[in-house]
C-alpha cells in the first residue's frame, strides 16, 4: 500500500562524561589530573535514497535513537564520538518537525539533512586545574543530544501530472503511454494511490503520474483525491484529463470547472501550472460528435486540446508529442521553498546569556535561562568541589547579584533546571 505519510520520534546520543583521573606512575612524583573528555553524541540524518518509493517503511518504526559518547578516561583518552545514525527516505521527502523549528526539501538522490545534532561530550578534570586548583576532583557531564518528532510528507517528482474526475479515463491513459499498469475498472475511485509511468520517446524521458480522481470538495477533505494533490505540486504540466461520455450523464464542462476550482482551493502553485486538456474515450462518441466537442473546447480554451481514445490510440503520439514539447529538456534546479540548510540550535558565545530570577517562596528561588540551565546539567551539584566551581560561575554570569537584588540570602534553596540545591556562596573558587 503506498504510503506518502509518515511521523517518527528522533533522538541524537547524548555526549559522553569527562573523567576524574589521576596520574598514578611510578617514579613519578606530584602527578597532576589526566580526566579525558567525552565524546559526541552521534546526530541524527535523514538521506535521499533513490532506491526508495514510499513511506512505508516508517509504518514499522517510528523511533529513531542514535549512540551516545563514550565516556572520558585517564591519561587523558577521549571517549569515542559514534558515526551518525542514517535514515533513509525517498526523493521528494519533506520534513517538518512538530514546532516548525526544522524543515528540509529532499530532492535529489544523496541529499542530507541534519535533523538532530548529539549533545556535546563533558571535560575531564584536566580542564579544571589552575595553580590554586591542582588537583580538581569534578569533571562535567554530556550535554543531552536533540529529540524531536518529525513529520514526513512524500511529494512525487514526476514531470507531467494526470488529474481529473473518478473515471475519466486517467489510468487507462497513462498505462498506454508508459509501461505502468495501474489498475483499470468500469467504476469510479479504481485508482486508490498515485501511480508513476515512464513516456520514452528516443533519448528523452518523461515521469508520468497518475493522481486518484479527485471530486468536488477534495480541497477539503472530501474522497481521495484530497490525500494526493500535493503529488502534483512538483509536476511542469498538468493533463486534465475530461472524459466525453460520463456515465453519470454530467456535463463536461461543468466538470472540467469542478476541478479547476479544486486545484485554485488547494494552493501550492496548482492553479498557475500550465495545462493539457486531454479529451478521453473518443471511441465511446461518433467521430462527428468527437470532432464537433473537440472544435467547441479549442474555441473557448487557450490550453492546448488533444482528441484521444486509449482503447485504439487515437491522438495518442500526438498528446505525447505535445508532453515533450511542453516540458523542457533541462531540469531546472529544485527551489528551496525557504528551506534552510540547517535550522537546528546553536550555541555560540555570548548567545542565551539571558535569564530570569523568580522566587517560588519565602526563601525559594527559581532560575531560568538557557545557559544557566546547561551549565547545572553539566555538573555533579551533590560534589562539593563541582557546587564551589557552579557558584563562582553563577558569579561571573551575574546570577547571584540578580538573586541578591530579588531578596536571596545565602543558604537559601535555589532551582535551576528542575535540580534546587541550598546556594551558598562564599568567596569566589578559584
Request: glycine share 12%.
Amino acid at each position: 500500500m503506498f504510503t506518502d505519510r509518515a511521523k517518527i520520534f528522533v533522538q541524537a546520543g547524548s555526549g559522553g562524561d569527562g573523567s576524574v583521573s589521576f596520574r598514578r606512575e611510578a617514579h613519578v612524583p606530584k602527578g597532576g589530573p589526566d580526566g579525558g573528555d567525552g565524546g559526541r553524541g552521534a546526530d541524527v540524518v535523514l538521506v535521499c535514497e533513490p532506491s526508495m518509493r514510499d513511506l512505508q517503511a516508517f509504518r514499522r518504526r517510528s523511533h529513531f535513537k542514535a549512540k551516545r559518547g563514550g565516556h572520558g578516561g585517564g591519561s587523558l583518552r577521549t571517549g569515542e564520538s559514534p558515526g551518525a545514525l542514517e535514515i533513509t527516505v525517498p526523493p521528494g521527502t519533506v520534513v517538518e518537525s512538530a514546532d516548525g523549528d526544522l524543515r528540509f526539501d529532499l530532492v535529489a538522490p544523496g541529499m542530507r539533512a541534519v535533523v538532530a545534532r548529539g549533545g556535546m561530550g563533558g571535560r575531564g578534570n584536566k580542564h579544571f586545574a589552575t595553580p590554586t586548583r591542582q588537583a580538581p576532583r569534578f569533571s562535567e557531564k554530556g550535554l543531552a543530544g536533540d529529540e524531536a518528532w518529525l513529520e514526513l510528507r512524500l511529494k512525487l517528482l514526476a514531470d507531467v501530472g494526470l488529474i481529473g474526475l473518478p473515471n475519466a479515463g486517467k489510468s487507462s491513459l497513462v498505462s498506454v503511454l508508459t509501461r505502468a499498469h495501474p489498475k483499470v475498472a468500469s467504476y469510479p475511485f479504481t485508482t486508490l494511490e498515485p501511480v508513476l509511468g515512464t513516456l520514452e520517446r528516443g533519448e528523452r524521458q518523461l515521469v508520468i503520474a497518475d493522481i486518484p480522481g479527485l471530486i468536488e470538495g477534495a480541497s477539503e477533505g472530501a474522497g481521495l483525491g484530497h490525500e494526493f494533490l500535493a503529488h502534483v505540486e512538483r509536476t511542469r504540466v498538468l493533463v486534465h484529463v475530461i472524459d466525453l461520455a460520463p456515465l453519470d450523464g454530467s456535463d463536461p464542462r461543468e466538470n472540467h470547472a469542478k476541478i479547476e476550482r479544486e486545484l485554485e482551493a488547494h494552493g501550492g502553485g496548482l492553479a498557475a501550472l500550465p495545462r493539457i486538456l486531454c479529451l478521453s474515450k473518443a471511441d465511446l462518441v461518433t467521430d462527428e460528435e468527437a470532432e464537433q466537442a473537440a472544435a467547441e473546447w479549442r474555441s473557448r480554451s487557450a490550453e492546448p486540446v488533444h482528441l484521444t481514445s486509449s482503447a485504439t490510440r487515437r491522438g495518442l503520439d500526438t498528446l505525447a508529442d505535445e508532453l515533450l514539447r511542453a516540458v523542457p529538456v533541462d531540469q531546472p534546479e529544485p527551489e528551496a521553498e525557504g528551506v534552510a540548510p540547517a535550522t537546528h540550535r546553536v550555541y555560540r558565545p555570548g548567545a542565551g546569556e539571558a535569564f530570569t530570577v523568580e522566587k517560588t517562596g519565602s526563601r525559594a528561588f527559581r532560575v531560568v535561562g538557557d545557559r544557566v540551565e546547561r551549565l547545572i546539567g553539566r555538573h555533579d551539584t551533590e560534589n562539593e568541589e563541582a557546587l564551589r566551581y557552579v557558584e563562582d560561575r553563577l558569579r561571573n554570569m551575574g546570577v547571584i547579584k540578580a538573586l541578591e537584588a530579588a531578596g536571596f540570602e545565602p543558604g537559601d534553596d535555589v532551582e535551576i533546571a528542575g535540580i534546587v540545591f541550598e546556594l551558598d556562596p562564599g568567596t569566589p573558587f578559584r
